[in-house]
């Protein structure tokens, strides 16, 4: 019985470092193929009267938003055997535009970063459609999404030394850092590809996870309507934020005197806290206790961002430790929709679907926004420094969400409660219906 109680745990162990190794390093290299762009300021360059850089970055997020709306088929539908090819399609694609990004002559290259965001939106939900609905999906979905924070620093920090230090054109350093992360991100697809199913336990802890068609989709968003619509309205803004400081931090902040890798020094501190913090929930069996204290971590995490940002002055806190305090509660608030709450929520209410319907549901959304307040602030031409409109934008999305993260802590709980209830409830009569089950 203690072998095979250690052989479980050492099969688990190896499950852990094999997909959670390859969903961090995937995402990770997804960054590579999208991300280091963003470390160049392009100045001096405009697109039809508007600021060349908020142009590629608003072209690309189209690609995105776009893919993201077609994601919520897409992934919703996605059978196990055709993830790979799906995978490898979108990253040779990436590439691809990031070629002609450097191959076409400014401005008009920019068109060519709309294809890379197409080709590259559905990769966070494809990624995590080979982890999730297992007993250890809370690790996993851990390394999976600190990838994310982690990554944004790497490929800035990537970027600017490929132009400082190897003296690589600005519009070419995108596609050379992403001709060497292809063949890697291959690599880690084949990886996701080779796991084993998710076994009779997982299935009995986390459900099992099936495709939706759209009938499926429309049931399952009316049946939790009030609650998603609040979470969507949330994880909109969590996300315009997180995307305003990932693509214009170098404008946030004034980068002249410091290290081409502070970004990641920052970005790898607030990896490894988020990544504590979250494997902490693979101990955690009951579903709602863990969505429970999920809410409570996520509000917490707005007021703090809200509290730091209106009272910034006051603090008289360095760049470096705003940055941390900052970066630190938004990717808290943002990474856990993105990775242990839905497929915890999944499991606590049975429901039958997968975790890549509610994300591209809620990256579609969020990256909407986006794009509507970059277009907004161009084109109104907004008189205000970046980092002054980064800091009022953090108050006050901090400020909503704590409001809106509270109610819909509440209305999960009165959900689960109701559905005890009614449990318990049916099971009394099918005792009185049924008096074989009935004892003496």
Request: proline share 2%; glycine share 6%.
């Amino acid at each position: 019985m203690e072998k095979a109680t250690k052989n479980k745990r050492m099969s688990e162990l190896l499950l852990i470092l094999w997909a959670g190794g390859a969903a961090l390093l995937s995402y990770s290299l997804v960054y590579a193929l999208r991300k280091p762009y963003t470390a160049a300021s392009f100045e001096g360059l405009t697109l039809f009267g508007t600021d060349y850089k908020v142009a590629v970055t608003t072209i690309q997020i189209l690609g995105y938003v776009i893919a993201k709306f077609f994601g919520i088929k897409l992934i919703s539908e996605l059978k196990r055997e055709n993830r790979f090819r799906f995978f490898v399609t979108s990253a040779i694609m990436a590439e691809v535009a990031l070629i002609g990004f450097g191959v076409l002559s400014a401005p008009y290259n920019a068109a060519a970063m709309f294809f890379n965001g197409l080709s590259l939106g559905c990769m966070w939900g494809v990624i995590f459609s080979f982890i999730e609905g297992r007993k250890v999906t809370d690790m996993l979905a851990s390394l999976l999404g600190v990838s994310m924070v982690f990554s944004s620093g790497i490929a800035k920090s990537f970027g600017l030394f490929a132009m400082n230090e190897l003296n690589i054109d600005q519009f070419w350093m995108p596609a050379v850092i992403g001709g060497v992360a292809l063949p890697l991100l291959v690599l880690m697809g084949y990886l996701l590809k080779r796991l084993p199913s998710p076994t009779q336990e997982d299935i009995e802890l986390r459900n099992e996870r099936v495709v939706l068609d759209s009938e499926g989709r429309r049931r399952l968003f009316l049946s939790f309507a009030p609650i998603l619509t609040l979470l969507f309205i949330g994880n909109f803004m969590l996300l315009v934020l997180r995307d305003i400081k990932e693509d214009f931090l170098v404008l946030i902040l004034d980068m002249s005197n410091q290290s081409s890798w502070l970004f990641a020094q920052v970005d790898t501190i607030v990896t490894l806290a988020i990544l504590a913090l979250f494997s902490a929930f693979v101990f955690f069996r009951s579903n709602i206790k863990t969505l429970m204290c999920l809410m409570g971590i996520v509000i917490l995490s707005c007021i703090t961002m809200a509290y730091v940002s209106f009272n910034y002055k006051a603090l008289d806190l360095q760049p470096v430790v705003w940055l941390f305090i900052e970066s630190l509660c938004l990717y808290i608030a943002y990474l856990t929709f993105q990775t242990i709450f839905f497929d915890r929520f999944i499991a606590c209410f049975r429901i039958k679907g997968n975790v890549g319907f509610f994300i591209a549901i809620i990256d579609f959304i969020g990256y909407m926004g986006t794009v509507t307040l970059l277009s907004t602030k161009e084109f109104l031409n907004f008189d205000m420094e970046w980092f002054d409109m980064f800091n009022h934008m953090a108050f006050f999305v901090g400020a909503v969400c704590t409001v809106l993260f509270t109610i819909v802590a509440t209305l999960i709980y009165k959900r689960y409660s109701l559905n005890n209830r009614n449990k318990t409830k049916n099971s009394k009569m099918d005792l009185f219906i049924n008096p074989q089950y009935n004892t003496i």
